[in-house]
């Protein structure tokens, strides 16, 4: 799903492990990667930067996506698995269309440990 297992470091940065292969290959399953957590609202956030979402229908669940389009506000946030079979089970605008910018909670900064 492209979902994180936990959230854990100091405001604004925050460790996570992907869990999952709708980032694949960018991040796979088991790695672990640092995310700045923004402290406001952003709505100019540029195409192919990868962020962490959290949608307003599921609390607490986050999603590591990809910005592939904007439109007023809104972003169109997909994972970087192009193989048709994985897609077909990704949760990501392909199935929840455009999303709010305040659902995008932070920028994915690099993986810090690669999954064995």
């Keep these: 799903m492209g979902n994180f297992r936990a959230l854990r470091g100091i405001w604004p940065f925050r460790f996570a492990e992907v869990s999952g292969i709708s980032m694949s290959p960018t991040y796979e399953d088991g790695d672990v990667v640092l995310v700045r957590l923004f402290r406001e609202r952003r709505e100019n956030l540029p195409l192919a930067m990868t962020v962490l979402v959290e949608r307003d229908e599921i609390p607490g669940i986050f999603y590591v996506k990809r910005i592939e389009k904007s439109h007023g506000g809104a972003y169109w946030v997909e994972g970087d698995n192009r193989d ?3 897609q077909e089970r990704m949760q990501d ?7 709010g910018a305040h659902e995008v909670r932070g920028r994915v900064l690099f993986r810090v440990k690669r999954a064995r």
Excluded at 93 to 99: A, K, L, V
Aim: glycine fraction near 10%; proline fraction near 10%.
């Design 84 to 86: 048709p079979s994985a």
């Design 93 to 99: 605008s392909r199935t929840w269309g455009y999303i």
